[in-house]
């Protein structure tokens, strides 16, 4: 489609720059390239001085996208801004595409066909997508000129939302919105992280919200920030079935529109019900039956994506996904609620996105990059093995699972969904529902280790390291996706960051069948010169192994802090002393609780052995910018009891 577009007519301008004579740029770009740069960017490596876009809405609801932003590179570091892209799908057709330098002396520069590509998606090497992108490397981007982009797209025609994503990570001048609506038909916004801005009615039911100096988002010296695309302010206007009164009520016709376009494609075929039916055969409860389908779709569906226009939104049918034995997380959550239905198990479909925040309960929206499963689980059930449960507003409870995460047990989640929001699609009682974050119980790693210390500072010994859940299903995924000598180097590298001049000595995994079993690591290592020499003393650090901190500062806070995961860490270790020392002096111990978490360490020496022992424990996976001050006094206790040493002595 796209290459006999782009062919023109001989002689003028293509719909992708120019072809053989290079055209003046617009009124609106020239004009653009006046705005003087704000005194707020002069740190940036580029400022974004205008962006609009213009939707045309037909009567079928279908729109055409115009935009319009002009970008000024201000440092040569800025020149990735220059690149100006539009993307799009079997079902979608960009109607123009052009752009222009215009230098600081006023010179305008078109980009010719030469200066255009096409790519595909490449955001995953399991991916097999009909999404493409047009890519624009305009000529002459140096400091001081303006990259000017136009381009026209027709939408597709099932998305009734645009979402406005106007924040940047440098600063905006000027942004604006424009959305021309047939008469009669509705519409209604939304906000993130961003006040509200009512819109001009520029022409009856034209609307247009403007924006002026949207400042920079810029996260990269922020530690421990949330992700950046959930942080960023943004706006989604609806004008379809969703364009009604209240949230939960777009919520809900979000939801419908969710379950019709997933319709029947969970009917099981004869061949599904066949395998459940014999997976299931036997099992003595819930949580036996839960299991076997869960286990069975997680060990033999492989994961692999394959998208053609509304297939990025819509599941094959479960009948092919099971002939094929591959799908993405909508297919695979496809077939979990087709076998879950032979089984007499209600599941449905969870919309979600695994950048936690992204999905906000206050702005209903159908964009996500995830899909999950919410299982329905009987009021008389109860199964401590059923972490991740939630409560609907119809009094329910439903189980979450994500069937394409291939290493954590059904009944547990992994952390970077615990704590986000998802859309619960269960039909006209549809509702946006915050998933679970688990007890501390349900992850962590506990270590022993037994080493010797010789009289030369030399530590030796073995440590054995038990993973359970989340954490358990991070070391499975790192067995699956290297060999033997990159597990070798990657544990060597990881406990040199701990230990300075440590070699490996040997290293084992197990990893038993069943995923709710602890994943272990045993390895031993040796490292010279570990104890430091002060005249006849020895200063030893007690704590061998495991950092388990969070990287933090001391900077003013003001976004969210991201914790990662709940969990409970626990470690151990004894140290043989060597012969002719004893222990002069041991560090003190640290009782910390601060709510969130909480640190708990101990030091003893008994019968010429040095023992060490700390339990840690993280309650929640966000905290407010308000608890800053408390997480660094956290941080800073964990950093010393880590660091410090006991001072050995010769009898």
């Known amino acids: 489609m796209l290459a006999i577009a782009a062919a023109g007519i001989p002689g003028q301008a293509s719909i992708f720059g120019g072809k053989d004579k290079p055209q003046p740029a617009p009124q609106w770009a020239v004009d653009a390239a006046k705005v003087p740069t704000p005194a707020a960017a002069k740190d940036f490596e580029a400022v974004v001085l205008s962006d609009e876009y213009l939707l045309t809405v037909d009567e079928k609801g279908r729109a055409v996208e115009r935009e319009r932003e002009a970008i000024r590179i201000l440092k040569p570091q800025g020149r990735e801004w220059a690149e100006c892209a539009v993307s799009y799908d079997v079902d979608e057709k960009i109607n123009s595409f ?8 006023g010179k305008q520069l078109q980009a010719m066909e030469a200066d255009f590509r096409e790519v595909g998606d490449t955001s995953d090497r399991v991916l097999l997508a009909t ?3 047009r890519i624009a490397n305009p000529p002459g981007v140096d400091p001081g000129a303006v990259v000017v982009c136009e381009s026209e797209e027709q939408m597709q025609s099932y998305i009734d939302e645009k979402l ?3 924040q940047d990570s440098v600063p905006v001048v000027s942004e604006a919105l424009e959305v021309d609506l047939p008469p009669g038909r509705a519409h209604t916004e939304a906000w993130h992280n961003y006040s509200a801005t009512k819109p001009v009615e520029v022409t009856p039911n034209h609307w247009r919200w403007e924006l002026t100096q949207v400042p920079a988002l810029d996260l990269r010296e922020v530690r421990s920030a949330p992700h950046w695309i959930s942080l960023a302010a943004r706006m989604s206007v609806q004008w379809g079935d969703a364009a009604v009164p209240g949230k939960d009520n777009q919520w809900k016709a979000i939801g419908v529109w969710f379950d019709q376009l997933e319709a029947h494609r969970t009917d099981p075929s004869p061949e599904i019900t066949a395998k459940t039916q014999e997976l299931i055969a036997g099992t003595p409860d819930f949580y036996s039956k839960l299991s076997r389908v869960a286990g069975y779709i997680q060990k033999n569906i492989r994961y692999f994506v394959v998208e053609r226009g509304i297939g990025g939104h819509q599941a094959h049918p479960a009948s092919d996904i099971f002939h094929y034995r591959y799908g993405d997380c909508k297919d695979k959550a496809t077939l979990t609620i087709s076998m879950l239905q032979v089984a007499g198990i209600h599941a449905y479909y969870v919309p979600v996105d695994d950048r936690r925040g992204f999905v906000d309960p206050e702005l209903p929206s159908a964009f996500g990059n995830h899909m999950i499963t919410a299982i329905e689980v009987p009021a008389e059930i109860k199964d401590d093995r059923l972490q991740a449960l939630v409560k609907a507003s119809n009094g329910k409870r439903y189980l979450i699972f994500d069937p394409t995460d291939e290493r954590t047990p059904i009944g547990n989640l992994r952390s970077d969904l615990q704590g986000s929001y998802g859309l619960l699609v269960i039909g006209s009682e549809s509702q946006a529902v915050q998933l679970p974050v688990l007890d501390p119980a349900a992850n962590g790693t506990e270590r022993e280790g037994s080493f010797k210390l010789a009289q030369d500072g030399t530590i030796s010994g073995g440590v054995v390291a038990s993973h359970t859940g989340p954490a ?3 070391l499975r995924y790192m067995l699956k996706e290297t060999d033997e000598k990159e597990r070798h180097d990657a544990l060597e590298h990881e406990i040199g960051q701990q230990i300075s001049g440590v070699s490996l000595d040997s290293y084992k995994f197990t990893e038993p069948e069943a995923l709710d079993k602890p994943m272990k ?11 430091k020499a002060m005249g006849p003393l020895l200063l030893v650090r007690p704590h061998v192994l495991g950092e388990d901190s969070i990287a933090f500062d001391d900077k003013p806070r003001t976004v969210a802090i991201e914790l990662g ?17 004893v222990v002069d002096e041991l560090p003190n111990p640290v009782d910390l609780d601060v709510g969130f978490a909480s640190y708990h360490s101990a030091f003893s020496a008994k019968d010429k052995t040095l023992h060490y022992e700390r339990e840690y424990t993280v309650r929640q996976v966000e905290l407010p910018p308000s608890k800053a001050a408390e997480l660094r006094h956290l941080e800073g206790a964990i950093r010393s009891d880590e660091l410090a040493t006991a001072v050995l002595k010769k009898q």
């Open 131 to 133: 999404r493409k992108t």
């Open 521 to 531: 690591l045993q390895y031993e290592i040796t490292a010279h010169q570990y104890a």
């Open 98 to 105: 052009r752009v222009w330098t215009i230098t600081p002396g």
């Open 472 to 474: 358990g299903g991070i």
């Open 164 to 166: 406005w994503r106007f």
């Open 565 to 581: 995961a709940t969990g409970h860490w626990r470690d151990r270790y004894d140290i043989v002393l060597p012969d002719g020392f």
